[in-house]
């Protein structure tokens, strides 16, 4: 079974900080990909940015960077120069890449609620 | 910009009543997928479909919950009988394959509230 830990229930940062969203997970696959969606109030899931468990540089996706630490489970979300339009929830989530024929639903993580303050 | 469609955005209906939500996944997209997201916490699988077959229902409260996908195409998801616990968010998604490194592409929702 897979598991996202995310352990910042909110956080309220500075606009033009950079601001780190933390996440970890726990899984025995093999092959695995880390994503990262931001949800604002109006509740669609929007896709950010995506690692892959054998990918040897971390992604990035222009403001947004992945912080990924294999060997301590670690998938953290960088958000550079924040603005305004940032604050949302943000929901970090993983699936079996190769699951062999079985279901490949994501398993999220219960969410950050990221404030930026002018 | 293909995306994924979703009716009714917002349903308010009294428990024991029937209700059913309808989602359009994007052109070509073979995998479609039901969520349920309860407030505050991050969304749960519900249902998974490859064209027209279940993938994985293991999630799905059969004595209530049913989902469909007859064409391969769109889906609906039904309740009967709605109860309480069942408020929440009702996310569809949809990817264009099942293995491999494919995004999920999600529907703006459909906000249920049962009284």
């Known amino acids: 079974a897979q598991k996202i830990t995310q352990t910042q229930p909110g956080m309220f940062v500075q606009e033009k900080e950079a601001v780190t969203l933390d996440c970890t997970y726990d899984?025995?696959?093999?092959?695995?990909?880390l994503f990262w969606y931001k949800q604002p109030s109006s509740g669609e899931m929007i896709f950010l940015i995506y690692?892959?468990?054998?990918?040897?540089q971390n992604a990035t996706e222009g403001r947004y960077s992945l912080n990924f630490q294999k060997a301590r489970k670690s998938a953290n979300l960088v958000i550079s120069a924040s603005q305004l339009g940032d604050s949302a929830m943000y929901f970090c989530a993983m699936r079996d890449i190769y699951s062999g024929g079985g279901a490949d639903g994501l398993t999220f993580g219960k969410g950050t609620h990221l404030i930026i303050q002018p | 910009e293909a995306e994924v469609a979703q009716s009714p955005r917002y349903k308010i209906t009294e428990k024991s009543q029937a209700v059913a939500f309808w989602c359009d996944p994007i052109?070509?997209?073979?995998?479609l997928y039901w969520y349920r997201q309860i407030l505050g916490q991050g969304p749960e699988l519900l249902v998974q479909?490859?064209?027209?077959?279940?993938?994985?229902d293991s999630q799905l409260p059969k004595d209530r919950f049913s989902a469909e996908r007859l064409k391969g195409v769109d889906s609906t998801l039904k309740i009967q009988p709605a109860e309480l616990g069942d408020s929440a968010m009702y996310l569809c998604?949809?990817?264009?394959?099942?293995?491999?490194?494919?995004?999920?592409?999600f529907g703006p929702g459909t906000r249920l509230t049962v009284t």
């Open positions: 479909f490859q064209d027209e077959s279940v993938v994985d």
């Open positions: 998604a949809s990817s264009l394959a099942r293995q491999g490194v494919h995004e999920q592409y």
């Open positions: 052109s070509g997209h073979a995998t």
């Open positions: 690692q892959g468990s054998y990918d040897q």
């Open positions: 899984t025995s696959d093999p092959s695995y990909g």
